[in-house]
């Protein structure tokens, strides 16, 4: 399944905001340096599908706030 996430790092306050069924916008407390909010970002979709960590990957967006991820059906 692909997900588009709209991402805000560096926030006060770490969000999940579902906006429709594929699309999401997640705010995170790590900063955008050395991975971390990527890193973030991972875990929380993996928590929210209950998946683990490493079902999900970021296809595009690596370096840019809005992101595509696929996660995969787990186990």
């Known amino acids: 399944m692909y997900l588009k996430v709209s991402v ?4 006060r306050k770490e ?9 999401f916008k997640i705010s995170v407390k790590e900063k955008a340096e050395r991975n971390m909010a990527n890193t973030r970002i991972i875990e929380l979709v993996a928590e929210h599908f209950k998946v683990h960590a490493n079902k999900v990957r970021i296809i ?3 370096h840019h706030p ?7 059906e787990g186990d």
Request: proline share 0%; aromatic share 4%; glycine share 8%.
């Open 66 to 72: 809005s992101k595509l991820l696929s996660v995969a």
């Open 15 to 23: 969000t999940f905001e579902q906006k429709s069924k594929d699309h």
């Open 8 to 11: 805000i790092a560096g926030a």
């Open 60 to 62: 595009n967006g690596h």
